[in-house]
């Protein structure tokens, strides 16, 4: 595989409804998916991108919450499974990959890596962003994802 170019940016705050749950990592989606039914169902105005936030990787378990961004004035009712939130800005690292999924993991791998062979302070939890995603595309070779993992802005020497 070759070098991974890790970029820094700074996300916004963001109003979402979410769902948390700790589920197999192959399942990922499928709380992503459950949640955008939620949404359907209830006509609730939904933006892009989708994404989730692993919260702390349990081995072959994952501690994971999918988010979705809601439309300007969308204030759907919550319940027991789906809360809505603000996700506040960060600063943080990231790699694009492009392509099906079966890669991220080992992407995700490596950023840590990079990460800590450059004593950058780094968060546990990380993001997977869906930029281009099935709703997009039918070809998963053009799907678009960003891995983002939080990070301490004056622990990079720039």
């Not at 609730?44 to 979705?68: M, N, Q, S, W």
Request: aromatic letters at 10%; a negative charge.
């Amino acid at each position: 595989m070759r070098q991974l170019k890790v970029e820094f940016k700074e996300t916004g705050p963001i109003r979402v409804i979410s769902s948390r749950k700790i589920i197999p990592k192959n399942k990922i989606l499928d709380l992503l998916d459950d949640l955008l039914c939620w949404a359907f169902d209830r006509i609730v105005g939904i933006g892009d991108p989708h994404f989730v936030i692993v919260h702390k990787d349990l081995g072959d378990k994952v501690d994971v919450e999918a988010c979705i961004p809601l439309l300007e004035g969308e204030y759907p009712e919550e319940d027991e499974d789906v809360k809505v939130k603000e996700i506040s800005s960060e600063y943080v690292a990231y790699v694009v990959h492009r392509g099906r999924y079966d890669g991220l993991e080992e992407k995700i791998r490596l950023l840590y890596e990079i990460l800590k062979r450059k004593k950058i302070e780094f968060s546990e939890s990380y993001r997977i962003v869906y930029v281009v995603d099935f709703f997009e595309t039918s070809n998963p070779n053009e799907y678009v994802t960003e891995i983002q993992v939080p990070v301490k802005k004056c622990s990079i020497e720039e």
